[in-house]
């Protein structure tokens, strides 16, 4: 089983960039493919980065892609969501999710565990 704990959000000026943590328990993390999701208030779950066990294979949702960068440090036991240039449409809750598999998926219904989230909040 692994515990996820997701860091690093806070408030930030629309241009700004943060950099989102999250740290997962137990000594198999290098078998799991990460990936990041968000949801703003009154909206669904959405999709908005992952990245495959190895690192070796990223993904990015396309509305993210030149602003967001996934990476993940095997030996921290940690992935990371680098965010630059935000909107404030980029204001929401963010979750890293995992899967026990080589590859990463953008469907939700394929993670096995979740973080509690962390909020972003992005002001105009």
């Known amino acids: 089983q692994v515990q996820l704990v997701e860091s690093g959000g806070g408030l930030v000026q629309a241009g700004g960039s943060l950099r989102l943590s999250c740290a997962a328990s137990?000594?198999?993390?290098?078998?799991?493919?990460m990936g990041w999701f968000r949801q703003a208030a009154g909206k669904e779950r959405e999709f908005v980065a992952a990245?495959?066990?190895?690192?070796?294979?990223?993904n990015i949702a396309d509305s993210e892609k030149g602003r967001f960068t996934i990476s993940r440090d095997n030996a921290k036991n940690t992935v990371y969501l680098q965010m630059n240039s935000l909107k404030p449409e980029d204001t929401a809750v963010y979750f890293c999710?995992?899967?026990?598999?080589?590859?990463?998926?953008?469907?939700?219904?394929?993670?096995?565990?979740w973080g509690q989230g962390t909020q972003v909040t992005v002001s105009s």
């Open positions: 990245i495959s066990r190895s690192g070796g294979s990223t």
């Open positions: 137990g000594r198999t993390f290098s078998t799991y493919s």
């Open positions: 999710a995992a899967v026990a598999a080589a590859y990463w998926y953008k469907g939700m219904a394929r993670y096995d565990y």
